[in-house]
């Protein structure tokens, strides 16, 4: 007897999977307002999907049947793989303008050259030596405006908390993987007060719906080369680095003030050989007074032309 019921169950069971897909389409016609099922935790429509797929439920993982939770999780993980990420166009520079630090990294260009010639092309522009604070995407004039707009209104109020000059020590030669050379900066009071400033900007940004394309920690470096163009030149250029960057690991740069902030976009001036300067705040009063054109309300500002 029991086992009669249990065969009628099993029957039932079928029946009703079979017939999830034309219910569910029914109920989208008759209540056009109901909540899309893609939104509904377990809806009948995944029900369905996740009957229909067992096959491919088993080939996808190797032979093992997945539960639904399983194969819940493997799906939502296959829909963030399509989503592209947004690539940056545009940056918070710190600019670094002490002679001193620029004929030290000219220096360790050449140094570095003397034993690997064939690094030349991944020598990053004298001309572009900065530091970077936050990385967005800015797709629109109307972007571009609010994050002008966001990058004065974080210079006033860091005008509340930077009393002078903040100085920066750049120090030592580090490496990012085999990928990235970089001048380092000194873990000191001028260290944390740039994490406050670049926190800050990032506070500001938010503020009007601009966000970071970049979720790692901060962590401001001076690149000094990048060998994504000739790893695929040269074989294995990319294992001769550590041992080359191994010597200037206590190279000492100089000091850099941070007299201002640039938003910048990820484009060289031809005129200049830097960046292309949106806009730049002052935190420097004497570099106001010096550029009448430049006010706390109208700072420093330049486009494409």
């Known amino acids: 007897m029991a086992e009669a019921e249990a065969k009628i169950e099993a029957k039932n069971s079928s029946v009703l999977n079979e017939t999830l897909p034309q219910r569910v389409s029914d109920s989208a016609r008759e209540n056009p307002e109901v909540v899309s099922p ?7 429509v995944e029900g369905a999907a996740f009957a229909e797929n067992k096959d491919k439920r088993q080939n996808s993982n190797k032979g093992k049947k997945l539960s639904y939770k399983e194969w819940k999780k493997l799906e939502e993980k296959r829909e963030r793989k399509k989503e592209k990420k947004v690539a940056p166009n545009h940056f918070i520079s710190l600019q670094v303008t002490n002679p001193e630090i620029i004929k030290n990294v000219e220096s360790v260009h050449q140094e570095i050259l003397s034993k690997e010639p064939r ?19 800015l797709s629109s004039e109307d972007d ?14 860091l005008d509340e908390y930077i009393s002078d000059p903040l100085t920066l020590t750049v120090q030592g030669v580090g490496r990012f993987s085999k990928n990235v050379v970089f ?12 994490k406050h400033v670049a926190g800050t900007v990032v506070d500001c940004m938010a503020d009007v719906d601009i966000y970071s394309t970049d979720k790692r920690p901060l962590n401001p470096h001076l690149t000094i080369l990048k060998t994504h163009k000739a790893r ?4 294995n250029v990319r294992d001769m680095i550590p041992s080359i960057t191994d010597d200037l690991k ?3 740069f100089g000091q850099q003030k941070m007299n201002s902030l640039q938003l910048c976009k990820m484009k060289t001036d031809k005129r200049t050989g830097y960046y292309i300067i949106q806009r730049e705040v002052f935190f420097d009063l004497n570099k106001l007074l010096e550029d009448p054109e430049n006010s706390p309300e109208d700072e420093k500002q330049s486009g494409d032309d």
């Open 38 to 44: 893609s939104k509904v935790e377990r809806s009948e």
């Open 183 to 194: 001048a380092g900066l000194k873990h000191d009071e001028g260290f944390d007060q740039l």
């Open 250 to 252: 206590d190279q000492h």
């Open 144 to 157: 571009i405006n609010r994050a002008k707009s966001a990058l004065l209104e974080s210079r006033r109020k």
């Open 232 to 235: 695929f030149v040269y074989k």
């Open 119 to 137: 690094l030349e092309t991944t020598m990053v522009s004298i001309a572009q030596v900065h530091f970077t604070l936050m990385v967005m995407h």
